[in-house]
């Protein structure tokens, strides 16, 4: 992940844990040891592993963070469609008591939603009045150390428990009825840089969940827990503790000279050898897809530690800024492919991967994985090999790529924040689109010699925004099987928070500015908007409950690009 700059992020980083600390005392004091408050669902909660493996065809309900296990975020029913779009209204609106940024998908289980906070609140709400039924607060450890704003982006749900990763790098599994934690276990060390955001996914027992912290000097990877009692399954560490070095690859994923000394490279690994795999970064920032066919886990990894300074890690740096795919029950690697080779820019690959089918350059329809990068491309995946197909044509302008950070300053663009962010893409198998949000930050890359401080900060330079040049965002459609961009519409401000794609031949997207609009899936025409207040910076979602359909949509504001705060989630219908 990536910020404005390094000095910005630093009070940023120190604010925050300031507010959070404070937060633990003040919870503490009231709560007297209790971590949930309210009252029980009136209703038994339970997921089968059949209705997590059937959810793309569930119109009534919403249960993974991205909508199935192929993460496509197409919901498919059509009551609400580009016809009648433009008589959506607000049914209610649940402020939480957390006003930071908002970054959850909610899940919504026969008519009860869950949501999360920043600092790892949980809260149970009717879908369809907004009553609240129990508040879960998790107690915070005494570090919390991590990047970007202390958000969280939703829970998995399976059987009646609920699951949540925290700041302060936990798992904690909470019975869905009463909100009642059930257990809870250390995912990795706070104090070494880890911490958690990303929504989990449940799947046969199992619990995955990645980790933050490419900014910390951490060693990234994906794990597997039990459902049952938290206890740690599998690991697979996103930096191989030999091999590392991978390839020593001249060009990136789209064939362009990446500029590197390799040579200096090769010396500097003669010289101090490859034990920097412990500190080498990696995060995995968002929710894996999971292929039930072949029982494959499909995830994408951040960028190095640090992020600019490349002289501390020779090589390519494996399995940095890359795709890859492990098996469900071993967490045994099957393939991965890199976009960025020894990444000295921060261009993490982070928006979660899609699986569906496309079209590869013969013509025959494949099952293919998709990742929208930083680099403003669509990448598209054999899902069985990881071949790259094809990748799209950028959708936000690039110059300079791939120019080497200096001490001065370069400039490169895409900036270091994307392209596609974090932000969860959205695909309609109907029109053959995939939908991205992208920003265009102009920004020059700055580089300076950096040591490993222990689990702190640790960046070897700055990104740093260009006064004066326009920063704006641009949704855009890419026709999976030919990369070519269809339509776009672009944003006063960067875009960041992720795009719902509905069988109504509908698009939702929020912006930072408060707006939360709906497109014509086919050519992008907007045909709705609504103010919320604060930034639309949360993916939507969409869910049926007495043969109504619903829309909701966090509107908290981010951090990370400093969106107008705000505490609401807010849920639309016709008349």
């Not at 959810?55 to 919403?62: M, T, V």
């Not at 300076?448 to 689990?455: L, N, Q, V």
């Amino acid at each position: 992940m990536a910020r404005v700059n390094m000095s910005a992020c630093t009070r940023l980083l120190a604010v925050t844990a300031l507010l959070a600390a404070q937060g633990v005392h003040a919870q503490s004091e009231i709560q007297g040891g209790a971590n949930t408050a309210g009252t029980p669902v009136p209703k038994a909660v339970s997921v089968t592993q059949s209705q997590l493996d059937g959810s793309d065809r569930d119109s009534a309900n919403f249960l993974h963070s991205n909508m199935s296990y192929a993460q496509t975020r197409y919901y498919p029913a059509s009551q609400i469609n580009n016809k009648n779009v433009k008589n959506l209204r607000p049914v209610f609106t649940f402020q939480t008591e957390v006003l930071e940024s908002m970054e959850t998908a909610p899940v919504v289980v026969d008519g009860v939603m869950y949501i999360t906070t920043s600092y790892n609140h949980v809260y149970a709400l009717d879908a369809v009045s907004g009553k609240e039924y129990w508040h879960y607060k998790h107690k915070m450890g005494p570090v919390t150390t991590y990047c970007c704003g202390p958000n969280n982006r939703g829970v998995a749900i399976m059987g009646d428990r609920v699951f949540m990763g925290t700041l302060d790098a936990r798992l904690v599994a909470l019975d869905a009825k009463t909100g009642k934690l059930l257990w809870s276990t250390e995912i990795a060390d706070p104090e070494l840089g880890y911490s958690e955001t990303m929504a989990p996914v449940a799947v046969d027992g199992k619990i995955l969940i990645g980790t933050n912290g490419g900014e910390y000097g951490i060693r990234g990877f994906v794990k597997a827990f039990d459902a049952a009692d938290g206890k740690l399954l599998w690991t697979f560490h996103t930096i191989p503790e030999t091999g590392h070095e991978g390839v020593w690859a001249v060009n990136d994923a789209t064939g362009r000279n990446m500029l590197r000394d390799i040579e200096a490279e090769k010396a500097q690994l003669a010289k101090h050898g490859g034990d920097f795999y412990k500190t080498l970064g990696g995060g995995v920032w968002m929710a894996p897809a999971v292929d039930r066919e072949s029982n494959t886990v499909i995830f994408v990894v951040g960028n190095p530690s640090p992020d600019l300074y490349g002289a501390e890690r020779p090589g390519d740096n494996l399995y940095t800024d890359s795709i890859v795919a492990v098996d469900l029950e071993t967490g045994a690697y099957k393939w991965h492919y890199q976009y960025v080779a020894h990444d000295v820019w921060d261009l993490d690959a982070a928006s979660p991967v899609i699986l569906t089918e496309a079209l590869d350059k013969a013509g025959k329809m494949r099952k293919v994985a998709v990742h929208g990068g930083k680099t403003g491309h669509v990448y598209v995946h054999d899902r069985a090999t990881g071949e790259l197909i094809r990748f799209s044509e950028a959708m936000v302008p690039q110059e300079n790529m791939w120019v080497l950070p200096t001490r001065e300053g370069a400039r490169m663009l895409p900036g270091a924040n994307g392209g596609v962010e974090w932000s969860p893409m959205a695909i309609n198998p109907t029109t053959r689109l995939v939908y991205a949000a992208n920003l265009h930050q102009p920004m020059t890359y700055h580089v300076e010699e950096a040591k490993y401080p222990g689990g702190k900060l640790w960046l070897g330079g700055a990104f740093k925004v260009i006064p004066g040049e326009k920063q704006w965002g641009r949704l855009a459609a890419v026709n999976m099987d030919t990369g070519k961009m269809v339509w776009k519409f672009d944003t006063e401000q960067p875009l960041i928070g992720g795009v719902l794609a509905t069988a109504g031949n509908l698009v939702f997207n929020g912006e930072g500015n408060g707006y939360f609009r709906a497109f014509d899936a086919q050519n992008g025409k907007m045909l709705w908007e609504y103010q919320a207040g604060a930034g639309v910076n949360a993916p939507a979602v969409s869910y049926m409950v007495g043969g109504k359909q619903y829309v909701a949509v966090a509107a908290g504001g981010n951090t990370q690009i400093d969106f107008k705060r705000g505490n609401s989630v807010i849920v639309f219908a016709l008349p």
